[in-house]
C-alpha cells in the first residue's frame, strides 16, 4: 500500500510545500518536526508531555532498541508505539548513521559540527585509522561492529536492519545507508554511495518480503540519499534512489542523509529535492536548528528530526524568539517570568525563570523536564508556523521576520 | 485562625482515628501521607504527576530552600504553592532537623537508620567531636552552619526559622527544634529538650507577631515533640509542647521529631499520643513504610511524610503487594505485565515491567519517573486504604492481612 501524501500548497518560486501525510497512526501535518526518543522514550519527557507540546510524530534510533532492549522484545511489548505509550505516527532510522558515528567521524576533529545522536555515544577508532580495537568494519555485505554496551559483537545487514525496524514496528522506516564523513575524499565517496545504493535496493527487496508475511499495520519505507558534498555524488544518488525499483515497487518516500557544513547545506537539499520525485515526503536527517528548518522547508524538505530541543533543553539552554538563553545565568535569579511571555506550551503557563533556574542549580529533573517541554514545543510550533506562512503566502515575509530578531 | 481539624471516626479501643483537616489550599482526609518535595518540586515528577498519584498535601525543607534559591525569591515568586505550581496543601519543615544532619549524626554509625532528607546532603563533623572545621555550632540561642552549597556562613534562630517560614508561605509549619541523636546520653537528651522547648515558645510568638503582619492565608504552626528514646523525656515533651500558650494561642498542631529505633518506634508514639491533646492533628516526621504506617495510625498519627517513595523509585526499587521488587532484575526483563495488574496508576496503565526495566538500563529519566508515580500511588493509596479501614471497623483485618502478603 503506497503512502498516501498529499501536497495543498506550494511556495511560489521555490521548491518548498506543505501537505498532509497519512500513516495507520494518524495523519502528520507537513512540513513537521519530527521529535527524537532514541531508546523509546523522549529524554526527560513522558508522552503526554510530548503529545502536549504539539508534537506530530516521534524518531526512535533502530542501533539502540536493537542492543537494548532487543528488537524482539519490542516487539514483545506490541512494537515501538505501544511500549513506549505513544499513540501517534512513529518512524524509527536505519541504524546506518551509527555507523558513521562509530566509525568514520572518531579521530578526524568533525565528530562536533555533525549529527551524533547520543553524546554518550563510545565513539571508537575506525577500523583502518589506526591500531587501536577496531570496532566497526565495513564490508560490501554489511557492518560487523562490537556493542558499546558490552562488547559482544554484531553484523547488521540490509536485511537485519529491515528486520529489526519490522520487528520495532514504526509507520515509516528507513533503508540501511552508509553515512560518509565529509573528509573522505571522493573515491571513498563514491565507492560508499555504491554500497548505500546496493543496500538502498536489498532494503526494499527485505521489506517487500517481510511486508506479505507481516499481519499488521503497513510500515513505509523511506530510501536515503547520500553523496556528501559533491554536486556530482548527490544528484546520481537522488537520481537512483528515486528509481529503485523492485517487483514493480519504489520507496515511499525519501531521507536526506550525510553530515553538511551549514553553509552548503542549503545548496546540497535544493540539488536533491529538484530531482526527487515531487509527490513523494523527503525528510533531512538530524537537522532541526531555526535557521536550518526555513532552509529546508523552502528547499522542499518536508520532514526534520534532532536532538537538539531535549539536549539542549537538559543543559538549561532554552529557545526563545529572541535567541537561545542559559537559564542559569544571574540575571534569571530572581526573574519571575515565564520563559516567553507569549509562549503557551506548559512551562510558561505554570513557571517562571527563577523557578527553573533554582530547579537546575539544584540539579533536579524537573529542570531538563520543563526546558525540553518548552524547548519541543518551540521548534515543533515554529515549523508550524511556518507552515502556516506557505498557506498564507508570506513564508518570505515571516522568515526574514523570525530571523531578523533571533539572530539580532 | 484555629486549625479547622474534625475526627469522624476512631479505631476502636485504640488512639487511631480518621479525620478532616481544613486548609486554605484544601482539605487533607487524614491519616494522610504528605509527598516530600525538598526542594520545591517532588523530584522526578510534575505537581500533575504527584496529584494524579492521590497525593493531597507536599512538604518542602526550610534549610534547602533558605540556602536556595532564598525565601525571599520564594516570597517573590508567590510562596512555595504558587512557584512550584500545586495548587494544594503545603508544608514546611522548621530546618531543625538538619542541625541534626548537619550534626550529631556524623561519625557515629547511625545516620542510615535516621531519616536522612537528602543522600547528597554533606555530613560534616559536629563541632565538638573533632578538630576538624566546625560547620554547625548549638547553642542556646540558635544554631550556625557552613552551607554545604558555598561555604557561607549561617545563623538561624527559633525567630529567624519562623520569619523564613512565613517567606515561604506553606499552610502548615513547624517550631525549630533540635533533633538528638539516640546515641547522644540522657543528660544531653535532656538539655537538648529543655532548648527545643524554648525554642518552641520563641517560635510561637514570632509566629503570632508575624501573623499580625501579614495579608494572606493563614499559616499553622506545630509544634514539635522529641525527648529521643526516653519514657520520661518524651512524655514531658508531649505535656509541654501541648501547653506551650503565648497570648492565649497554642499550637495549631504536633509534630513527632526525633529518630526511632524501628522495634520501640510504636511505643514511644504511643506515650507522646496519650499526652498530646485529642482534637489537633499530629505529624511524624519522617517515617513512611508500609509497616511504620500502620503503626503510626493505630497509635494516634494524622500525617506523615517520607522522601522513600520517590528515593526507592529513583534508584529502580517498587512497591508491591508482594513486598519490594528490584525493576532490573534479569526475570523482568521481558515481563510484558504491568508492575501490578491491579494497580490503576500512570504507570501500571500504560507500561510493561520490560520497559520500565530498559529504561533504568537505558539510564533514561522517565525510568525514575515512572517508578515514583507507582510508588508514591502506592503508598498514598495504602494510607487511603487504611484510612477507609478505619471507617469500616475493620482496621485490626486490613492490617494483618495487608501486612501478612507484603512481609512473605
Sequence with gaps: MALDFNIEKKINGKLGRAGILKTAHGEIETPAFVVVGTKATVKSLNPDQVKEAGTQVVLANTYHLYLQPGDEIVKKNGGLGKMMNWSGPTMTDSGGFQVFSLGAAYGKGISKVLQVTDPN???????????????VKIGQDGVSFTSHLDGSIHYITPEKSIQIQHNLGADMIFAFDECTSPNEDLKYQGEALDRTHNWAERSLREHL????????????????????????????????ISEIEVDGNKFDGFGIGGSFAKEDMSTAVKWVNEILPEEKPRHLLGIGEPEDLFMGIENGVDLFDCVLPTRLGRNGTIYTKDGKIHITNAEYRADILPIENDCDCY????YTKSYIAHLFRGNEMLAGTLASIHNVHFIVNLVKKIRESIFNDNFAEFKAQFLERYSK
Design 121 to 135: 555515544l563510545l565513539i571508537p577508532e575506525r577500523f583502518d585509522d589506526s591500531t587501536a580495537p577496531k570496532l
Design 347 to 350: 512551562t510558561c503557563k505554570h
Design 209 to 240: 518480503k517481510l511486508e506479505k508475511e507481516d499481519n499488521k499495520f503497513p510500515q513505509y519505507l523511506f530510501g536515503i540519499v547520500q553523496g556528501g558534498r559533491d554536486e556530482q555524488l548527490r544528484k546520481k544518488s537522488a537520481k537512483i
